[in-house]
């Protein structure tokens, strides 16, 4: 896609996050844009964005999608080319992944008309967070793997118990599978910090 329209997409969709939320459970508090998006002007497949929640950070594991988060996902349009993560508001919002965002919109003060005009420049870098120490990182990985942990035993224990009950099994599933690639992943990150 062309940097115009991907720059579009995300304005669309601070728009919308900027109206009351379709899904009253899952309380929308902000939302960053993160990756290539940051960097040079050029043809971009994703747009990667964090949509941040007030919600525990129990509720928010690395890569999962909080109850009702596919809900608000689809009523404010959050699909291809656009690429969510869902974040607790209890934490911060970066981590081994989500490089230096850059604030596009919060509940507080609105949509960043300063952030997403140094999108469209192509000047994101402009507009970023500041770079986590390394202490500060590690003491995130370590917080982000126990959360994960926790969430990748009970997806394991809810997979378990719907395993020969009649219904569906895909959404557990699917569930179990997001946590499980959560551990992973915060462990791998851990382990090449760790190096």
């Not at 995300?10 to 900027?18: F, G, H, I, M, P």
């Not at 939320?21 to 844009?33: D, F, H, K, Q, R």
């Not at 043809?43 to 950070?57: E, S, Y």
Request: hydrophobic residues 40%; glycine residues 6%.
């Amino acid at each position: 896609m062309k940097w115009s329209r991907a720059v579009q997409h995300v304005e669309d969709l601070a728009r919308r996050c900027a109206t009351p939320s379709p899904i009253p459970m899952l309380p929308v508090t902000g939302l960053w844009v993160f990756g290539d998006l940051l960097g040079e002007p050029r043809d971009l497949d994703w747009a990667h964005v964090a949509v941040v929640v007030d919600l525990p950070l129990d509720d928010v594991p690395w890569l999962s999608i909080p109850q009702g988060g596919q809900h608000w996902a689809q009523a404010v349009r959050l699909r291809e080319p656009l690429v969510g993560r869902f974040r607790s508001a209890a934490g911060p919002v970066w981590n081994h992944r989500i490089a230096r965002p850059a604030l596009v919109w919060d509940s507080t003060d609105g949509i960043r008309d300063a952030t997403l005009a140094a999108l469209r420049d192509g000047l994101g870098r402009d507009v970023r967070v500041d770079a986590p120490s390394p202490a500060e990182l590690r003491a995130q990985l370590s917080t982000e793997l126990a959360v994960s942990l926790r969430s990748l035993r009970r997806q394991h224990r809810s997979y378990d118990d719907q395993r020969w009950r009649p219904g569906k099994l895909d959404p557990h599933a699917d569930s179990l599978w997001r946590a499980t690639d959560s551990y992973l992943d915060l462990l791998d990150a851990v382990n090449d910090f760790e190096l």
